[in-house]
């Protein structure tokens, strides 16, 4: 008896010892995890406020059929019959977010985004957790092991890694639309002229854009319409490519600069192609339309006018995958057959 007793006294020290040293665990989590992105910081920036984007790599996924999305700012998902749920509380765009996190077995704790840019098309991303009041139960478990961080920052490691790859590929979403046949209202331009191999076309593009776009702006001249590259040659066996810069105007404009002109576009009928995302896609887009023009059995105008349109501006619009360019091919002009179908409704031709 005597001895029972004895075991129950050493029992009851132990575990009033347990509960001691679990009672003396720190009641906080703190800890952050970096990565750097390939990506602008406005795009991370709306990926990650959009809680629409986290099924994909949240470190709380889902594990049953009922986990939710209630809408863009709040993220729901079910585990061990308890409800998980993120919220943003407040946003500084384009580089920090606040969030609240309420997670079974947790008090309610704090998450937060840093995003900051490194360059134009880099930005590193950091990942942090806050929490106060860590509850008995989970500093007993933490206590046998291992931290709050141990247990949670390769989740966090994970996610990052796994919202870079998500990022990556919602930047290079893009599609090739042939719109068909149509007209092209041509009118007066402004361009500069120059070439270049064909490796070096878009950057040459990129250091042609301002100079034009500064003399309309810097001389207040309206613009009719998006800007376009007028195609004069491209030479793929000689490697060869030489273009135009234009910006329509209403009107002819004499100009007092002498790199830039002033150009004039008939009106043409036309092969139109869209396409909207990256402009890394506009070889393939090109390549479906000349494939489209040889399958349908369309003939380019003697003309040879061939031009694509930038609609959007990159400057307002980030994310490549909501880029439009507009591909426009002249068709000749099928006059005999025109004259055909009128003879055949035994018309006058003139």
Same mark, same amino acid.
């Given at each position: ?104 077995? /947790?008090? *309610?704790?704090?998450? &937060? ?5 490194? $360059?134009?098309?880099?930005? =590193?991303? !950091? ?103 007028? /195609?004069? *040659?491209?030479?793929? &066996? ?5 273009? $135009?810069?234009?910006?329509? =105007?209403? !009107? ?99």
């Amino acid at each position: 008896m005597n001895f029972a007793k004895y075991i129950l006294f050493l029992l009851l020290i132990a575990f009033i010892g347990s509960a001691i040293y679990v009672a003396v665990q720190p009641s906080q989590i703190h800890f952050s995890r970096s990565k750097t992105i390939h990506a602008p910081q406005e795009v991370i920036f709306k990926y990650v406020e959009n809680l629409n984007n986290w099924k994909s790599w949240s470190p709380w996924k889902k594990t049953n059929a009922e986990d939710s999305i209630l809408n863009s700012k709040e993220y729901t998902w079910l585990q061990d019959n308890s409800i998980g749920r993120i919220t943003n509380t407040a946003v500084v765009k384009p580089s920090n977010i606040q969030q609240e996190i309420v997670y079974p077995d /947790y008090p *309610k704790s704090e998450l &937060e985004w840093q995003i900051d840019s490194l $360059s134009e098309r880099t930005s =590193t991303v !950091t990942f942090s957790m806050n929490s106060d009041n860590i509850p008995f139960k989970k500093k007993a478990y933490y206590a046998i092991f291992g931290t709050p961080e141990q247990d949670l920052a390769p989740k966090f490691e994970t996610s990052l890694t796994q919202l870079d790859s998500a990022i990556t590929a919602s930047m290079n979403v893009y599609s090739i639309t042939i719109d068909g046949i149509t007209n092209h209202s041509g009118g007066y331009y402004l361009y500069n002229t120059t070439s270049c191999k064909i490796e070096n076309f878009q950057d040459k593009v990129k250091t042609m854009m301002p100079e034009v776009t500064n003399y309309v702006a810097d001389n207040h001249i309206p613009m009719a319409g998006f800007p376009f590259v007028l /195609y004069h *040659k491209w030479d793929v &066996e000689n490697n060869a490519a030489i273009f $135009s810069y234009c910006v329509p =105007t209403s !009107t002819q404009v004499l100009t007092t600069k002498g790199d830039i002109l002033t150009g004039f576009l008939p009106p043409f009928k036309t092969l139109k192609t869209t396409l909207k995302g990256n402009y890394t896609y506009l070889e393939k887009a090109w390549k479906t339309t000349t494939e489209y023009l040889e399958t349908n059995g369309l003939e380019k105008a003697d003309s040879n006018i061939m031009l694509q349109t930038f609609v959007t501006n990159p400057k307002y619009k980030i994310n490549p995958a909501d880029w439009i360019t507009e591909i426009y091919i002249a068709l000749k002009e099928d006059t005999d057959s025109i004259s055909q179908e009128l003879q055949d409704l035994k018309l006058p031709l003139n």
